[in-house]
């Protein structure tokens, strides 16, 4: 859920715009023409030059411009493979060859690959690492996944989070998320593991983006305070539901109090000066034009950083509200399914135990792949067990990954 990751359309006129004032170097009066055609909308003349600019000069960097360039012009054209495998290709150079091109490539792979999947050829490190803190939960959601959860419950150890965040922090484009089945804000250590991840952070300025998703039942002033000083700047807080809604659908949860604790949040930061953080609210919702979907949009649009809508996971057993918000149970399916590839595995998973995870359907970890305490996340992430799973998902394949069997998200 953590935001300013997706493709950015204005993003190409900024960067040709950039790249004229780069035309001094040796072969750069041909980019700069190629610019030039490309910006009075000879694309395939302008394109064309582009090309021979990467392949004929001996400047890296320029190699690099030129490449990045024709992989805008590619997406805009909506060849979105070859736009992929060109930033692939320049985003995988070793970190200490990369030019600023190269890690701009390496950001697009990163959140392509996020975006589509498997439908494209993965990156050497996850786009995302997702980090249950703990799997405790106070709410009890009637379409959470969690429900099917038949794990021991505990909390991550601050070592375990280091092993991640000393990995995390040197891979540009990879997103750190601090939660899975549980509620964060019930790790009693949740500061000094931000605070951890903030200072790892600092040491890849600009490029390494950590933040948490909560209910918001426990983020009083005090706490909202703390995790600022710590260095959270990233808070997603699940809402769900207007007032009457919510209780409903997430019990144990209060309207009054979230709203007024999201409300204290953004006052806090602000009285600490703090004009960075970022506050998203997330709603899950059956029918995104729905008239409730709407009231919620209306209440919450412009006082808050982002509110991000997304689809329900309907998972036999559990219930979730329809769009005319009435509580639906989700009931066992009778008709055989059409097994169809699973658009996941975006990211990796680390449970509190340390234990790997690949997709957030494995909600009792049953995909076998390691502890972060034995291996590291780009061993496990490369791993021919990592490519087996991959290649039966995208084989529709399930009849060995037990996790799959039963996910709504493997049928069609
Ligand atoms: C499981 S919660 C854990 C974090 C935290 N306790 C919270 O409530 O945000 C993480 C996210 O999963 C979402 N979620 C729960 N059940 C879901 C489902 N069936 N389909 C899609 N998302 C779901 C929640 O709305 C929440 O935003």
């Known amino acids: 859920m953590l935001t300013g990751l997706g ?26 023409r ?20 990467a392949q004929e000069t001996e400047d890296d960097g320029l190699r690099s411009q030129a ?11 909506g060849d979105l493979d070859r736009a992929y495998a060109t930033w692939h290709g320049l985003a995988h150079k070793p970190v200490a060859l990369r030019n600023k091109f190269d890690t701009l490539a390496r950001r697009r792979v990163m959140a392509l690959f996020e975006k589509h999947a498997l439908r494209l050829s993965p990156p050497d490190f996850p786009p995302r690492l997702q980090l249950e803190i703990t799997n405790r939960c106070n709410l009890r959601c ?12 505990g909390d991550m150890a601050f070592e ?13 484009g990879c997103v750190m998320a601090l939660y899975f089945l549980g509620e964060p804000l019930l790790h009693k250590e949740l500061e000094r593991l931000i605070a951890y991840l903030a200072k790892a952070g600092d040491r890849a300025p600009g490029s390494a983006t950590f933040g948490i998703q909560t209910n918001g039942m426990l983020m009083t002033r005090e706490r909202s305070r703390a995790l600022i000083e710590a260095g959270l700047r990233e808070v997603s807080i699940s809402l769900d539901g207007l007032e009457g809604d919510l209780e409903v659908i997430r019990p144990g949860a209060s309207y009054p109090i979230i709203e007024t604790n999201i ?19 997330t709603k899950l919702s059956e029918d995104f ?8 949009l209306d209440r919450w649009q412009g006082k808050v950083s982002n509110v991000l809508l997304s689809g329900i996971t309907k998972v036999e057993g559990n219930s979730y509200m329809s769009a005319d918000r009435k509580i639906e149970y989700v009931m066992p399916t009778v008709h055989p399914r059409r097994r169809a590839y699973c658009r996941h595995g975006n990211r990796l998973l680390v449970y509190w135990n ?8 494995d909600v009792n970890g049953k995909l076998p792949l390691g502890n972060i305490h034995d291996r590291t996340v780009r061993d496990v992430w490369n791993s021919p067990e990592i490519q087996r799973i991959r290649d039966k998902v995208l084989a529709a394949d399930y009849k060995d990954l037990t996790a799959c069997q039963t996910c709504p998200n493997s049928y069609g």
């Open 142 to 153: 009637v379409m959470c996944t969690r429900n099917q959860m038949d794990r021991g419950l």
């Open 160 to 172: 375990t989070l280091r092993r991640a965040a000393d990995e995390w922090c040197v891979e540009t």
């Open 263 to 281: 409300h204290d949040l953004i006052d806090v930061a602000a009285e600490m000066g703090v004009d960075d953080l970022v506050v998203n609210i």
């Open 289 to 296: 034009g729905s008239e409730e979907t709407r009231r919620f």
């Open 67 to 77: 490449l990045f360039g024709l992989a805008e012009v590619l997406e805009q054209l």
């Open 7 to 32: 493709p950015d359309n204005g993003h190409m006129t900024t960067m040709l715009q950039a790249d004229r004032r780069a035309a001094s170097r040796a072969g750069a009066k041909d980019y700069q």
């Open 354 to 361: 340390g234990d790997f995870g690949f997709c957030c359907g």
């Open 34 to 53: 190629a610019v030039e055609l490309l910006g009075s909308g000879r694309v395939q003349a302008g394109a064309n030059l582009m090309g021979r600019v």
